[in-house]
């Protein structure tokens, strides 16, 4: 999947708790470390600072990171590469748009992915996309080995609210932790997940306002079959 030119180059103001004018590209890495963030072994600040500048097109990709602290830098975590080992550069979040899932063997590898960050507590297995013959695309799958069918939409056309269903599971399997959602207001965004201390430590240290994922308006609430 290539990186697309619809990343926001300004934080939108309620998705950043504290302004501060300048973080180090460094001092934003230890902070994330601190966290539980850390980059596959495999990558290097010079595919960070390429994947960054191929998504904004800023010549100083650095001092655009300090000077938009841990919002863009965030988005990173999620991302992968062909070319390493691991594909993904971390297990942590996932960085998407709705865009990437066509085709839709994505919602698959989405579904995968959601289930790899949460540590084992949400698991996700015998994952398949149907058409039925109405043309209508549903997945169906089993979750900590519960059987499920989600109803997608059309043949061709992109089901939003399918991001907004993995909002409803860590209640219905009593998980600890939840999803959450970021975005910097820009068409793309960052689902991760966190228990409610790892939420609040993330907010109060990067300054940002990291969501859970099903608040706002971000995506369509699901259909009811």
């Known amino acids: 999947m290539g990186l697309f030119n619809c990343f926001s180059k300004k934080d939108k103001v309620e998705n950043t708790k504290t302004i501060v004018s300048f973080v180090s590209y460094d001092d934003q890495i230890s902070t994330f470390k601190s966290l539980g963030y850390e980059f596959d072994s495999e990558v290097t600040k010079e595919m960070i600072l390429r994947d960054i500048h191929e998504m904004t097109w800023e010549e100083e990709t650095e001092k655009f990171i300090a000077h938009n602290p841990y919002s863009i830098l965030y ?16 297990n942590n979040c996932l960085w998407f748009d709705l865009d990437f899932f066509d085709p839709n063997i994505q919602y698959k590898w989405f579904m995968e992915r959601l289930g790899a960050i949460t540590n084992g507590e949400i698991q996700f297995t015998n994952i398949s996309i149907q058409t039925d013959s ?26 939003d609210h ?32 966190a228990t409610e201390s790892e939420q609040k430590e993330f907010n109060h240290k990067t300054g940002l306002n990291r969501e859970w994922l099903g608040e706002g308006n971000h995506f369509s609430d699901p259909p009811n079959e």
């Open 75 to 90: 988005y990173t975590f999620g991302w992968r590469d062909p070319n390493i080992k691991n594909y993904n550069y971390t």
């Open 134 to 159: 109405n043309n209508w695309e549903w997945i169906e799958f089993k979750v900590n080995g519960i059987k499920k069918r989600w109803k997608l939409e059309k043949s061709g056309y992109v089901a």
């Open 162 to 193: 399918f991001v907004q269903r993995f909002s409803y599971l860590p209640t219905e399997l009593q998980t600890k932790g939840k999803y959450t959602y970021f975005d910097n207001g820009g068409q793309q965004w960052v689902i991760d997940y």
